[in-house]
Every structure is written in structure tokens, then in C-alpha cells.
């Protein structure tokens, strides 16, 4: 179960390094066309925000709405796009209208990453949810005695964060400098191709747990189900993360436009929310 935990922790790294590789490499892509104002590198973290909002809603989907073959089937088709829009876009004949940079910034970004960015933000919630129906399904079975317990996978969410923040320390300092934007790009189709394999080999190993669909009844033990939540409580929730989401947009525009108008500046407060994150859900309490 060990190697099995670290092939999870090892595939749900890489998605997140990619993930925030692929951000600055695609800001730097919009910088000859539209610069480098604080408009355009708040618009750059909106799409951000609100792509790995939509990964999250479709690895949601999967895991509530599809069995095991359907989630592992729509994952590697979604990987397989994201390759293919990566290699299409290692130089495409990019065009933004100066009249509507907001806009331009949105759709440019749509047309270079979108799917990409949307596959490796489902990537963690999805394979964080096949680990604990995985290991659910493994206990039950080697200890039919006593009643499983899903593996709590908050461990690995904090994985993800630290991938994320080490891809975003490293691109300024050692990948941008050293390579170009087609280098980039290529090397890009290479960790996604190795995600795939990875991910393909997770996908073997749960092949025969009948437990990744998730229902309430397969959690008994819950405790969101225990604590009889209600509508206001998951409402405030949501608004709660909005507002983290919030004020790092306020934050970053404040930085980029009072503070310097500098390139990849909007770095340093995105590896701040990162880090409250690692520390949030490191630990077990």
C-alpha cells in the first residue's frame, strides 16, 4: 500500500508543477502582445482562478456521476486533448485586440492552455478521491472483520500545493532564463505524456475496486455527513474561498500596480496562498 501511496503522491506532484508551470509560460507568451500591465496580469490570474475552478467542478462530476471505467476513460481523453492542444500551440499565430486587452488576455489563454489547465486542475481532487475509495476497498478486503475506513487524502493536497509552489520558484530562477518559449513547450508535452503513464498505471491498480463511485452510504462515518450541514453552512463555505480568491486578485493588482509594474511579480502573493494551504492540511488535525 506504501508504494502505491507514494505512486499517488508522485503523479498528483507532477500535475501540480505542471499546472503552475504552464502559468507563467503562458503569461510570458502574451507579454510581446500586450505587455506587462496590472490589468493584464490580474486578468491572467482571474482565467487562473476560474480555469481550476471549472477542473475542480469536472473532477466533481466524475467522481459523483461515473464509475471507475468512466472517470479513468474521460481523465485519459482529457490528457490526450491536452497534448495535442500543447503541440498545436508551440507556435501558433497568436493576434490580441489592443482595444480589449481583458478580453484578448481570456480568449489567448483559451486558445494556448485551456484544456491543459483544466485537466491538471482536476487532476489532484480526482486521484485524491480514487486513493481513498482505493484504500476504502483494499481494507475491506484484507480485514473483513473490522469496518474500513477510507485513507484521509488531505496529505496529498498539501503534496499537490508544494509541487505547485516549487514549479512556480523555479521557473523564474532556473527554467526561464535557460530555455526558450519552444523548450518550454515541448518540455510541457513530455511531463504530460509521463503524467499519462502514470496516471495509467493508478487507473490499473483501482480497475477492480467497485468503490469509486462515490454515495453517502459508502461513508457511513463522514463527518461532513455527520455534522448535518446546511444549506448556509456550504454557502458560507464557498464564500470563504471566494474570498481567499478575492483578495489574492487584490493583492496582486495592488503589487503589480502600485507597488512595480513587473513581470512574474504576481508570483510571489500566489506562493503565499499556496503556502497557507500546505500548512492548513499537512498535519492531522
Not at 6 to 31: D, H, N, Q, T, W
Not at 94 to 99: D, G
Request: proline share 6%; aromatic share 8%; with cysteine.
Amino acid at each position: 500500500m506504501r508504494a502505491a501511496t507514494i505512486l499517488y503522491a508522485v503523479a498528483i506532484f507532477l500535475s501540480s508543477c505542471l499546472l503552475f508551470l504552464v502559468e507563467p509560460m503562458a503569461g510570458k507568451r502574451l507579454l510581446p502582445l500586450l505587455g506587462g500591465s496590472a490589468a493584464v496580469w490580474t486578468a491572467c490570474l482571474v482565467f487562473f482562478q476560474s480555469a481550476l475552478l471549472l477542473g475542480y467542478l469536472v473532477a466533481h462530476g466524475l467522481i459523483t456521476r461515473a464509475g471507475s471505467r468512466a472517470q479513468a476513460i474521460a481523465y485519459v481523453a482529457l490528457l490526450v486533448a491536452s497534448i495535442a492542444q500543447l503541440m498545436h500551440g508551440i507556435s501558433p499565430d497568436l493576434r490580441a485586440n489592443p482595444a480589449h486587452p481583458i478580453a484578448s488576455v481570456l480568449w489567448l489563454l483559451t486558445l494556448l492552455i485551456g484544456i491543459p489547465f483544466v485537466t491538471l486542475s482536476a487532476t489532484s481532487p480526482l486521484l485524491q478521491a480514487w486513493y481513498s475509495r482505493w484504500s476504502l476497498h483494499r481494507r475491506a478486503t484484507l480485514n473483513t472483520a473490522a469496518p474500513a475506513v477510507p485513507a484521509q487524502p488531505y496529505k496529498l493536497f498539501a503534496i499537490s500545493n508544494v509541487g505547485s509552489m516549487s514549479a512556480l520558484i523555479l521557473y523564474p530562477w532556473l527554467i526561464e532564463p535557460k530555455s526558450s518559449l519552444t523548450g518550454q513547450a515541448t518540455g510541457l508535452v513530455v511531463g504530460f505524456s509521463v503524467l499519462a503513464v502514470l496516471v495509467a498505471a493508478i487507473a490499473y491498480s483501482v480497475r477492480s475496486a467497485p468503490l469509486l463511485h462515490a454515495t453517502t452510504a459508502e461513508f457511513p462515518d463522514d463527518p461532513i455527513e455527520a455534522m448535518h450541514t446546511t444549506t448556509s453552512d456550504r454557502v458560507l463555505w464557498v464564500l470563504l474561498a471566494a474570498c481567499a480568491s478575492l483578495l489574492l486578485s487584490a493583492v496582486t493588482n495592488h503589487l503589480s500596480q502600485n507597488v512595480a509594474t513587473i513581470p512574474l511579480l504576481w508570483v510571489s502573493p500566489l506562493i503565499a496562498y499556496l503556502l497557507s494551504f500546505v500548512v492548513a492540511f499537512s498535519g492531522g488535525r
